[in-house]
């Protein structure tokens, strides 16, 4: 660790430069874990360096996504976990990228605080750390900004970037979708990491009733419930799209199934789904009625126990749902896909 580098009059401003030093040496063991055969430099230099493996692919195309956790972050807050919501980071960014077929190759990661607490900061890459090992993706960089008078001490800001890469004859587009085409759907593992905004309106997360488990919630308390990291679905998919025709990939956040499923079917084309095939989970009946939430708001604003849908064809959904399940997805039959001026119904 470096020592010498230790400015009296930035740490007078509220900047501590040495404790961005700690905080990268409590999280090296878990970055060594994401690790992978392209990484060719270690934290802590100006840029990460990751050799492409190309072995199989004839025409590579790289895939990026970006995003962050929005108002989610107040829940670890008032939780003081933080060890978790660098899976949530991850997720929604590999799991972004997996929808036309990409294999996440490496991610970063950005921090912003108000203060940095060296060992907050390595719970949070920590996090992070597993979400890449689920994704099988490499951290290979990532940056802490210590903004004192932008954030207030106790808060931080968290968003991380990815790469995947994917060979442009099996990109996943649309393209060969037809009539007749079935939807599998993916189950959650919660609320995911969309519509806080919300959540966060209906209950009051700072209350003890928040923090009582409940028996309708697996005995988990409210706040417990709504920390559960984001489920990543990169190497189910993966597993997927190997044996099967994989038509439609829709990863289910913000805007729910009215605004995420139609982004993954083309014009003239439906899918209609029974919204009693949908397996909801109990805290979106619980935010839907204490809320006083309309249904069709609920289905546009949260994925209500579907965190990602699959379009394949009729004849191959038995052999996808059994893929789908020997890789620890309960995946179960949502709806049909068919000609239609209506991208989606919920019938």
């Known amino acids: 660790m470096n020592t010498n580098s ?6 007078k401003a509220g900047v501590d430069i040495t404790a961005g030093y700690r905080a990268v040496e409590l999280m090296k063991e878990h970055i060594a874990k994401t690790v992978t055969s392209g990484v060719m430099s270690g934290i802590g230099g100006f840029g990460g360096l990751f050799e492409l493996d190309l072995t199989g692919i004839t025409k590579p195309v790289l895939v990026s996504g970006t995003d962050g956790v929005g108002t989610k972050l107040k829940l670890a807050f008032e939780a003081d976990k933080h060890d978790t919501i660098g899976i949530d980071c991850v997720a929604m960014c590999v799991n972004d990228i997996i929808c036309c077929g990409a294999k996440p190759l490496f991610f970063l990661d950005y ?98 009733e928040a923090k009582q488990p409940l028996e309708a919630l697996g005995n988990k308390s409210i706040l417990e419930t709504l920390l559960t990291p984001t489920k990543i679905y ?38 209609v789904i029974k919204e009693s095939d949908v397996k909801v989970l109990p805290i979106f009946d619980m935010l839907q009625e204490k809320g006083g939430i309309s249904r ?27 893929i789908l399940r020997a890789n620890g997805e309960e995946a179960y039959l949502l709806g049909k896909v068919v000609e239609s001026e209506n991208k989606i119904e919920l019938i």
């Open 6 to 11: 230790r400015s009296e009059s930035y740490a």
């Open 111 to 208: 921090i912003a605080c108000g203060k940095n607490y060296p060992e907050r900061i390595a719970e949070i890459v920590k996090g992070v750390c597993e979400g890449c090992v689920q994704s099988g993706a490499a951290l290979i960089g990532g940056e802490t900004a210590e903004m004192p008078g932008f954030y207030p001490e106790s808060e931080y800001d968290l968003a991380g970037y990815c790469t995947g890469v994917v060979d442009k004859d099996k990109i996943i587009d649309n393209k060969n979708m037809r009539p007749g085409d079935v939807v599998i759907a993916l189950p959650s593992s919660g609320v995911h990491s969309n519509g806080f905004s919300l959540v966060r309106k209906v209950f009051d997360i700072e209350s003890d």
């Open 234 to 271: 990169v190497k189910p998919i993966l597993a997927l799209i190997k044996e099967v025709d994989v038509r439609a990939i829709s990863h289910i956040t913000g805007g729910g199934f009215y605004e995420n499923i139609p982004r993954s079917i083309p014009d003239g084309f439906g899918v």
């Open 296 to 322: 069709r708001d609920m289905f546009n604003t949260f994925n209500m126990g579907v965190g990602m849908s699959v379009v394949v064809p009729a004849e191959q959904a038995d052999k996808a749902l059994e």
